[in-house]
């Protein structure tokens, strides 16, 4: 048995480097691996390309990285609750791509399931798929670069585009449980993107409320197995 425990939340994310690409668990406040990202904070680790559903809100969750200028894209669904981002995308501090959350969960999975590519109906018809959605606006306002066309296909008389899977350097994640081989168990709705972005990532770092004994989990109830997992820190409950 390999045990992937870690003495504390500064040890599991002191390798993550500048300009990594971090797929970060949580819908809004729920299930936010909130002590890895303060631990991140505290380190010098910039230029960060973050996928998450959102980026956190002011002063809290990915607000902290944000606003603290370490974060330069963001790969999300959601950002209308963090004024910041706002603020950081619309003067071109920060680059944005926006997604159909059903993509992006779907994009999380394929990636964690080793599959590169998938068609999906949602976008056709719009500047999801022929390309044109703003990614970076300039000190004056102006939308300096675009999203590109995706590629097209009709299958059965409907067309679908082209989406890439996700596969990120890092991920971290919340869950309620985990075992020292990094099986994950989370709690009702902490459950959201935690499962995807553990498979996303090359590197997954799990904070767990408590850790138990390999055997000690019932098999039935865990949702995210030890395989997807690389390290666990036990964190006080929230």
């Known amino acids: 048995m390999v045990d992937k425990?870690?003495?504390?939340?500064?040890?599991?994310?002191?390798?993550?480097?500048?300009?990594?690409?971090?797929a970060v668990g949580g819908f809004g406040r729920a299930g936010v691996p909130i002590v890895l990202i303060e631990a991140l904070l505290e380190t010098?680790?910039?230029?960060?390309?973050?996928?998450s559903n959102n980026c956190g809100v002011d002063g809290w969750g990915l607000g902290?990285?944000?606003?603290?200028?370490?974060?330069?894209?963001?790969?999300?669904s959601y950002i209308g609750e963090n004024k910041e981002l706002s603020r950081q995308f619309l003067n071109g501090e920060v680059e944005v791509e926006l997604v159909p959350q059903g993509t992006l969960s779907e994009r999380l999975r394929a990636g964690g399931a080793g599959i590169p590519a998938f068609y999906t109906p949602a976008g056709v018809g719009t500047l999801v798929a022929e390309g044109g959605l703003p990614l970076r606006y300039d000190t004056t306002g102006n939308v300096s670069s675009t999203s590109r066309p995706k590629e097209t296909r009709?299958?059965?008389?409907?067309?679908?585009?082209?989406?890439?899977?996700?596969?990120?350097?890092?991920?971290?994640?919340?869950?309620?449980?985990?075992?020292?081989?990094?099986?994950?168990?989370?709690?009702?709705?902490?459950?959201?993107?935690n499962p995807l972005c553990a498979m996303a990532g090359r590197i997954t770092i799990a904070e767990v409320e408590e850790i138990v004994e390999p055997g000690e989990l019932d098999p039935d109830s865990i949702h995210t197995p030890g395989i997807f997992v690389d390290r666990v820190v036990q964190v006080s409950g929230s």
């Open 5 to 22: 425990t870690v003495t504390s939340a500064a040890a599991a994310v002191l390798d993550i480097p500048d300009s990594a690409m971090i």
């Open 44 to 51: 010098p680790a910039a230029k960060l390309h973050v996928v």
């Open 64 to 76: 902290l990285l944000l606003e603290a200028s370490r974060i330069a894209r963001v790969t999300g």
């Open 154 to 193: 009709e299958f059965d008389g409907r067309r679908y585009l082209l989406e890439r899977g996700i596969v990120a350097d890092f991920a971290l994640v919340r869950a309620w449980r985990g075992d020292r081989s990094g099986n994950l168990v989370y709690r009702k709705a902490a459950q959201n993107f």
